[in-house]
């Protein structure tokens, strides 16, 4: 059964979760049982503007990941502690986590410009 037939609360094997990260979340990887992402930020901040950000998509999601936090990072950690595992949930907000964080407005060639280079208005360092 591949990853896109499984029930939601179905948990994943290491080297799938493995395989999947590589496919799907490069910056993600398994540690100890939990999916992570280290974001690195410009300060204190940015640090709070992803934990706020973090955590309305959790809230919303109603998957709540452990958070370590940091003056100049952020690390987002998930499982599925019903589940007791890798599950579908911790991917999918594992990819809105990621859209919205790495978002950058100024590639999209919009209306929206985007932070401007000057270090005074950065927040997060970007891949």
């Known amino acids: 059964m591949s990853w896109r037939e499984r029930k939601h609360e179905e948990t994943y094997g290491a080297s799938e979760v493995e395989a999947r990260l590589q496919d799907e979340l490069p910056s993600w990887y398994l540690e100890q049982g939990w999916i992570r992402r280290k974001y690195k930020t410009s300060g204190w901040k940015g640090t709070l503007m992803v934990v706020n950000t973090v955590g309305h998509l959790a809230e919303a999601a109603f998957h709540h990941p452990d958070l370590t936090v940091s003056y100049a990072f952020v690390i987002v950690k998930l499982t599925n502690h019903a589940a007791k595992g890798i599950t579908n949930k911790d991917f999918e907000l594992a990819h809105k986590i990621e859209e919205v964080i790495m978002w950058q407005p100024g590639l999209d060639n919009g209306a929206l410009e985007g932070t401007p280079e000057d270090p ?8």
């Open 120 to 127: 005074r208005f950065k927040y997060i360092k970007y891949d």
